[in-house]
């Protein structure tokens, strides 16, 4: 059978057994995107990002590297994937049309989609969406009119997801769980000679075991001078008496990811890391405190930069206090929609939820990285993760 007959075959008996969430939650996710298109003066929304289009119909699938669509109108939504994918679309997604294009046969995909957007005059993509391909849009907006092309769905779409549901913050507090248990069985194996991918492995077995979905993001394990350069990973290095061990880990539940950062003294640690350990602690505390709803994401960062120039004049950070965190797929758990950081003027509001990244390194020497995901709530931010800031001292 082809891809249209496997479609059809499956989903006679199997549509919408893999939904993430009930039926309602997808429907109020939709409508609010709709209201939000109304009111921007908007006729269709054309997502490419595998997390956008997870948002608001549910389809999900570990190939991501392939092209994905949702087109939504005010009466319609279109989920446009590879041959290959249409079985994880009948399972997974609520969509109204499943209309699937030959894996290798890329000119397919062009002619459906336009179809759709053909009556539309206002449509808004995203620019920055990693998923859209410049030999799609743009043949597509020649076919159309590029007037008709608005890069706005970024904006419409953040201000959709940065804020959690009921349901999404129940799948954080299953990740945080899972991430927790990933993390025990990570340091109760750290002694002299393991390697630090034997380290990895040893949490993403728990994780696994827990009931974590494959990882946006992998495991990451570092040790030593190499702890101290951001976003190296674990490479077969055996870990020595002295060092200091990094590890960064995020379970995923249904497809949501809570992280959590912890750092391992294999022995008494250097005043200077228990200095730094000291000083991540001390930004937690000021960014919690200062994230309530209606502060600016800037104001909160401002006052988390202060205390870091004041102590922090030899070592390394992003200057990224906060990122979103929410439903994400490979290569990232980072949601993109919201940053605490210089320049980010978005309100703070109930219910948001943002991993805070308090690594800091002293670049060839050593990196200390101790973090909590936290929900903001009224009277400001809260963990949902359990670190309790504490440096773990092993031998």
Not at 29 to 55: C, H, N, V, W
Not at 86 to 102: F, K, M, W
Not at 307 to 313: E, I, N, V
């Amino acid at each position: 059978m082809d891809h249209k007959d496997y479609y059809r075959t499956l989903a006679a008996a199997h549509r919408g057994s893999e939904l993430p969430f009930p039926k309602e939650e997808f429907d109020a996710r939709l409508r609010q995107a709709r209201k939000e298109m109304q009111q921007q003066g908007l006729d269709a929304l054309l997502l490419t990002s595998p997390a956008d289009i997870f948002y608001l119909c549910g389809y999900h699938t570990f190939e991501v590297s392939v092209h994905a669509a949702l087109v939504v109108t005010d009466n319609h939504t279109l989920l446009q994937v590879a041959s290959i994918e249409t079985g994880p679309a009948v399972v997974t997604a609520q969509v109204d049309e499943v209309v699937g294009y030959r894996w290798e046969q890329l000119d397919e995909v062009l002619t459906p989609l336009s179809d759709s957007l053909s009556n539309c005059r206002a449509i808004a993509f995203d620019g920055s969406s990693p998923g859209l391909r410049y030999g799609i849009i743009h043949p597509l907006q020649l076919r159309l009119g590029s007037e008709h092309f608005h890069d706005s769905a970024f904006d419409l779409m953040a201000g959709l997801r940065l804020v959690k549901s009921a349901r999404e913050l129940d799948c954080l507090a299953q990740s945080a769980r899972i991430s927790a248990l990933g993390l025990e069985a990570a340091i109760d194996a750290i002694e002299p000679g393991i390697t630090d991918s034997e380290i990895a492995a040893e949490g993403a077995k728990a994780m696994h075991a827990a009931g974590s979905e494959f990882f946006s993001l992998a495991p990451i394990v570092t040790a030593g001078p190499r702890s101290g350069i951001i976003h190296v990973n674990h490479k077969r290095n055996p870990v020595r008496k002295g060092e200091s061990v990094f590890l960064e880990f995020g379970a995923v539940w249904q497809r949501y990811t809570a992280p959590i950062m912890r750092t391992v003294s294999l022995g008494p640690p250097e005043r200077e890391i228990q200095s730094a350990a000291e000083l991540c602690n001390q930004l937690e505390r000021i960014l919690c405190e200062a994230m309530k709803p209606g502060v600016r994401f800037e104001e909160a960062a401002a006052q988390a930069q202060q205390a870091f120039d004041s102590r922090g004049a030899d070592l390394f950070h992003s200057g990224v206090f906060g990122y979103s965190v929410g439903a994400q797929f490979p290569p990232s758990w980072v949601e993109g929609t919201g940053f605490i950081a210089k320049g980010q003027t978005r309100e703070l509001a109930e219910n948001m939820v943002f991993h805070l990244p308090l690594c800091l390194r002293l670049p060839g020497r050593w990196g200390v990285g101790l973090s909590n995901t936290v929900k903001v709530t009224r009277s400001g931010a809260i963990p949902i993760t359990d670190h309790d800031g504490r440096l773990v001292v092993r031998g």
